[in-house]
């Protein structure tokens, strides 16, 4: 049965870290929010109760966003028990590095088909499902800009989902729906904090002007504007929320 609410966000991949931080943030914006999930549904299940908890309203939707089917579920599921979809936050992603010349086709098949044909299945629907003066919000990596070595396969994606964003937006912009990309550097999540030692992470640090690793809640907070009013003229960007590491 549909319920009346006044903004309606899906977030993808939002059982954890960053995800996690854009559902909840968005909630506590005034959005109600889709959880998108992969496979922990206990996780996105913990997500949902801290918005709920806190006031918010949020459901949560297992999908995998690599199938275009699974992906109108989402909207079909948001649209069914809410009527609207106003903003899509496309954040699912996977990571697997390696140097080019030692990449496998299975880890290069598994990033294009998460981080490139998730990110597009979601514009596409979005693209079709949003009601005006929505917003598209993709995720990419600062890592397009720096080049790091062994990030080849996964910045490949994320360059491709940056070009599939500034188009979006010149063939959205009529309708009023903004279409951008944000693109962290190093975020002290508990995936990227996972087998670095304390002078691996140094490193790291000293790259950043700002001095410090970034943090789910700073990456959070971009896309709060982007979703809001006020990021209302922005549009075919990509925002590099990085600390100034370049």
């Not at 899906?10 to 968005?26: E, K, M, N, Q």
């Not at 188009?167 to 002290?188: D, H, M, Q, Y």
């Amino acid at each position: 049965m549909t319920t009346t609410a006044s903004r309606v966000a899906i977030v993808t991949g939002a059982s954890r870290g960053i995800g996690a931080a854009l559902a909840t943030r968005l909630a506590a914006d005034g959005f109600t929010v889709i959880v998108n999930y992969a496979g922990n549904a206990k996780a996105a299940a913990k997500v949902v109760d801290g918005i709920e908890r806190s006031g918010g309203h949020a459901i949560s939707v297992q999908a995998d966003v690599s199938n275009p089917a699974a992906v109108r579920r989402i909207f079909d599921m948001a649209e069914e028990a809410y009527g609207r979809v106003d903003v899509l936050v496309n954040n699912a992603g996977v990571m697997s590095l390696s140097p080019i010349a030692e990449a496998s086709d299975a880890d290069f098949d598994a990033t294009i088909a998460v981080n490139l044909k998730g990110s597009f299945n979601g514009m596409r629907e979005a693209a079709r499902r949003l009601r005006p003066r929505g917003r598209i919000i993709n995720f990419s990596t600062s890592v397009v800009g720096t080049s790091l070595p062994g990030y080849g396969v996964y910045v490949a994606t994320k360059a491709a989902v940056e070009g599939l964003t500034r188009i979006l937006a010149k063939e959205l912009g009529p309708k009023g729906i903004t279409v951008n990309s944000v693109a962290p550097g190093p975020v002290a999540t508990d995936l990227f904090l996972m087998g670095k030692d304390e002078e691996t992470l140094k490193r790291i640090t000293g790259m950043i002007p700002l001095g410090r690793l970034g943090e789910v809640d700073d990456i959070a907070g971009v896309v709060s504007f982007l979703a809001s009013e006020d990021g209302g003229w922005v549009n075919g960007q990509t925002l590099r929320a990085n600390g100034g590491m370049v």
